[in-house]
């Protein structure tokens, strides 16, 4: 099997410092106007691929290629679709604005998916996205998301390699569509919407977060809680919040959070549903100011019959009933969410006027540190012992698979190679490809799909990894 890469064939995932910006990026163009807007609806896109050592002499390649490769495995069959997914929003926002339609989309991409297009030569692919991105006729209806490069889940990640996820993906991001498109992302979209809830992760996850410029962050609303724990009361999903995490040496830091509704169901995004929940949804007050609630959704962009076949049809339904109906900019909008959040600001609300949530079962961690006088490691380990329903696995869309139980086999070489590679630095002859297979470990895929062929993807990467660390 290969073991080693070139320099040229190593994804851009680290190189010269990154430049932020604080500068407004939807105000200056937006027509939309606080006062005309009863709610608005804000729909992601969520889109990734695995990078695998499946090469036809064990290189590394993505997924999509191995779907191409294999059709008559399983769904791969779906591969041509898929990679049409990809791409058909750099159609859509063209078509819809043409037509004279006010559309938003906001858009996640994998660092591992974009690699793979340019493993794959899908310029077809990556020029459909740079046209939405880079052109400022369709930059008003586009929103990029950050996230981590190689769909690390957060909670389990070690945190020193969570800032090296974030900073790789902007990297990336920025060799294909250039600095000034990556200034303009500032929320962020966490894999399989994991928020972790041990304290002293969430803080680092926070920090790394506001250090690489972003400014809210995307949340499942079962992910949050109350700071007496308490769930959130209904009309609070539909406002920003305020995700405060507070760490082992009682340090706190927060940051902006959007709460993504309900499930993970893809049918909410295919069949808009989002538009139809808004139109139940009227202004709420948010410190004197009636401000438009929002609702906010993400789905899989390619996957599931409904997404690669019944999305089309209800996007561009909705958007010339909106058209149609005279409310392009009032009413119900759509919005994406910098949009929505720098419209609050320019109407006088701050950040700090948001209700204040925590990662969810962090109020029964510091009711024990406080009133028990126990360190965080204490409080938790008696919690662990005491309340079988307390866990700091953190939550997601799918509460009903763990990336941590029955994974040990993964998790274990990963902490041990991310490790190994945090003994060397960036002068090292081989940095970049250590790594490389170090934030490739950490694909959540290698504990989505069951032992087995996955697993054993996992294995050969970390052999790779320790072998070029050796």
Partial sequence: MATT???SSFPPICGSEISYS??????????????????????????????????????????LQHMFEHPNDGDNHNAAPFAWCYSRMGEFIPELVSQGCNPRIMLDYSGNLLWGFQQMGRDDILNHLK?????????????????????AVVPSTPIPDLKLHIQAWQHHFASIFGNEALKRVRGFSPPEMHLPNHPDTLFQYIKALKECGYQWLLVQEHSVECLDGSPLPHDQKYIPNQLVARNSNHETISITALIKTQGSDTKLVAQMQPYFEAKTRSKQQLNHTQIPSLVSQIADGEN??????????????????IRDSGNNNSGIVAINGTEYLELLEASGISPNDYPKVQAVQQHKIWQRVDHHAETVEQAIANLKQNDDRFHIDGASWTNDLSWVKGYENVLEPMTE?????HQID???????EALLYNLL??????????????????????????????
Avoid at 29 to 53: E, G, K, V, W
Avoid at 426 to 432: G, I, R
Avoid at 447 to 467: F, H, L, N, P
């Fill in 441 to 470: 470990l950490q694909t959540s895929c290698f504990r989505y799909w069951g032992q087995g062929a996955w697993t054993d993807y996992a294995r050969e990467i970390y052999r790779r990894g320790k072998s070029v660390l050796s």
């Fill in 5 to 7: 890469l070139t320099t």
């Fill in 304 to 321: 599931g019959g409904v997404m690669m076949n019944e999305y089309p049809r209800d996007f561009f339904r909705i958007y010339h009933e």
């Fill in 417 to 421: 190679l991310s490790a190994l590679f």
């Fill in 22 to 63: 604080s500068d407004p990026v939807f105000l200056p163009t937006t027509h939309l106007r606080l006062d005309s807007i009863q709610s608005a609806f804000a729909c992601a896109l969520h889109m990734h691929q695995p990078t695998i050592p499946a090469g036809r002499n064990g290189e590394l390649i993505s997924n």
């Fill in 131 to 151: 046209r939405m991105t880079c052109d400022r006729e369709f930059q008003p209806y586009v929103e990029w998301l950050g996230t981590m490069w190689s769909h």
């Fill in 426 to 432: 960036t002068s090292h002859p081989h940095y970049q």
